[in-house]
């Protein structure tokens, strides 16, 4: 095209060479600054940061929503009474962003340092569930028994801890929540998914969102060995939906007193089509994916055999895994059936048991549409906090993001619980310890670690009902996992570890560059790109956050 056209006056592309002149008179410097301000408000949006909003309000933070029966005892008694659920939650400044919180969480966590004694329970149908115990008396400088460390007759409230998706005990959150419970007096027990928490799958059934057979068994067990002890149950993001779905199919015939369940996603349904919306959700849901597919490289004889392995190493999603895996070993016909029958959304009508329920509006992972508003207030059983920021399983707290405000809750919650007169008691007996109603599970030969650090099946039967019990002075030491000759329900024997831990830690520490590996993916965008623009924004606020910063943002 000959240029005298944009010269021409009378050309139609003149106004452009105007609009061109005028531009170019502009300084680079002013393109350059208006790129940053969209650039920060893009990724302020994107990142669903609510730092101004919470310097408008004057770093207060923002009221806890609770939702209830008008008539719920469980309100009037129990949480009118909790000073934490009444008051406001606000979030680390720094981290004032649901997903620099979950991200933050992930990484650094700051649990605290302690160590679990290990106890194996095998369940009737041939599992293994790994049951962590920390006491009281382990964190107040009490002496430590070895073995029998709870009697009969003890009355001290026993917390089960149920952890989320490919978590268990040595999670940064579940550290925080056990160590909280055991300072207050309490004793502590992590009911560890199978193949998870450092032992092998030893049956044909695994693990997903709504298997609540483990947790039923251990609350009985748990209930026959230490009948005089209340028992109280925590689950977290899928621990939660368990926990629900439980208490949902029991109903009266529970043995637990109190629950709480926390960042739990309620209908699988609506979370599988919430986390594969948006950019910033899908990265969530590849770390997940990367994290199962860790899980199952860990026991890929067992998978190999049972679902479709090269489908399993070729999913990008959780529902790519859930379609490959889980429907194979579950006898799901199809994803959406297997979501349909294990979202505890369907159960809460049906809960029997004083049940407080804690969900950020701001989930990165467990949307707020999911949540049954409704169901939860015709519920007198049922209180329902919803806080608008925290993200999943952070609500990190004060300047230093020392504590996490959940863990505070909860605390209170059970112990105004526990001295009140409304702990649940069961009314009638479960018929059988090793209850396995509705279940048809196929025995398999018994598996152990081989040599390179994967699972492989090896002869012998496995004793069934039998409980092991041993100091665990490391978080990587591995259960022996041989048969039992004894066929009483609570034999306790010692573990030798001599000849599994050199490859048990090279088979978790391949689980653990899996996890790293998709955190970091999830993070590293976020971090990079949008870090540089808070710190500018900060510095420039700087005068007026002296100013106006009360002396409550000091952590308590």
Same mark, same amino acid.
């Given at each position: ?8 006056? +009378? +050309? ?332 505890? +959304? ?139 000759? +004894? ?70």
């Amino acid at each position: 095209m000959d240029f005298s056209s944009f010269t021409d006056r +009378s +050309s139609s592309l003149y106004p452009y060479h105007l609009l061109f002149n005028a531009l170019s008179l502009i300084p680079f410097s002013h393109y350059f600054f208006a790129f940053a301000v969209f650039s920060f408000v893009f990724l302020y949006n994107f990142f669903e940061f609510h730092f101004f909003s919470d310097l408008f309000l004057r770093f207060r933070g923002s009221p806890i929503g609770l939702t209830y029966h008008p008539s719920s005892p469980i309100y009037n008694d129990v949480v009118s009474h909790c000073r934490i659920l009444h008051g406001r939650y606000l979030a680390t400044p720094w981290l004032s962003s649901p997903h620099f919180q979950t991200c933050f969480l992930n990484f650094f966590g700051r649990p605290p340092a302690f160590s679990y004694r290990r106890q194996i329970y095998h369940a009737s149908d041939g599992g293994t569930i790994a049951l962590d115990w920390l006491m009281h008396s382990d964190v107040s400088g009490g002496r430590c028994l070895m073995n029998n460390a709870i009697s009969k007759d003890d009355t001290t409230p026993i917390v089960v801890v149920i952890p989320g998706l490919t978590s268990d005990s040595a999670a940064a959150y579940v550290k925080h929540i056990v160590f909280n419970m055991a300072k207050r007096g309490w004793n502590v027990v992590v009911s560890n998914h199978r193949g998870l928490g450092g032992v092998s799958i030893t049956s044909d059934c695994f693990y997903n969102a709504g298997w609540t057979e483990d947790i039923r068994v251990v609350i009985n067990y748990l209930h026959h060995e230490y009948p005089k002890a209340p028992l109280f149950a925590v689950g977290t993001s899928i621990g939660a939906n368990v926990l629900v779905k439980y208490l949902g199919e029991d109903g009266e015939r529970t043995h637990v007193a109190g629950a709480v369940a926390l960042c739990n996603p309620w209908d699988l349904m609506i979370g599988d089509r919430f986390i594969c919306r948006r950019l910033v959700q899908k990265f969530y849901d590849r770390a997940l994916a990367i994290g199962l597919q860790g899980y199952a490289k860990l026991h890929e004889t067992r998978f190999a055999r049972l679902a479709n392995w090269e489908g399993i190493k070729k999913s990008r999603s959780i529902r790519d895994f859930d379609n490959h895996a889980t429907c194979h070993v579950g006898k799901f016909e199809t994803v959406d059936t297997y979501y349909r029958y294990c979202s505890s +959304s369907y159960y809460v009508g049906n809960v029997s048991v004083p049940l407080l329920c804690i969900s950020a509006l701001d989930d990165p992972v467990c949307t707020r549409e999911a949540i049954p508003w409704d169901e939860c207030r015709a519920n007198k059983h049922i209180v329902l906090a919803t806080p608008k920021h925290g993200g999943h399983l952070a609500f990190f707290e004060g300047l230093t993001a020392s504590g996490l405000w959940w863990v505070r809750a909860v605390d209170e919650f059970l112990l105004v619980l526990h001295s009140g007169p409304h702990m649940h008691v069961q009314k009638e007996e479960t018929s059988s310890l090793h209850s396995s109603e509705g279940t048809s599970i196929d025995q398999g030969p018994y598996v152990n670690i081989a040599e390179d650090g994967m699972v492989a099946a090896m002869s012998g039967e496995q004793t069934r009902g039998q409980v092991e019990e041993h100091p665990s002075e490391a978080r990587s030491d591995f259960v022996s996992e041989k048969a039992r000759t +004894s066929e009483q329900h609570t034999d306790i024997q010692d573990v030798k570890f001599s000849n599994v831990t050199a490859t048990v830690r090279r088979c978790l520490n391949q689980v653990s560059r899996q996890n790293q590996r998709s955190v970091w993916m999830l993070t590293l965008i976020a971090i990079v790109t949008s870090w540089p623009l808070l710190g500018s924004a900060f510095i420039f606020y700087r005068k007026k956050l002296r100013k106006i910063l009360p002396a409550t943002l000091i952590r308590r």
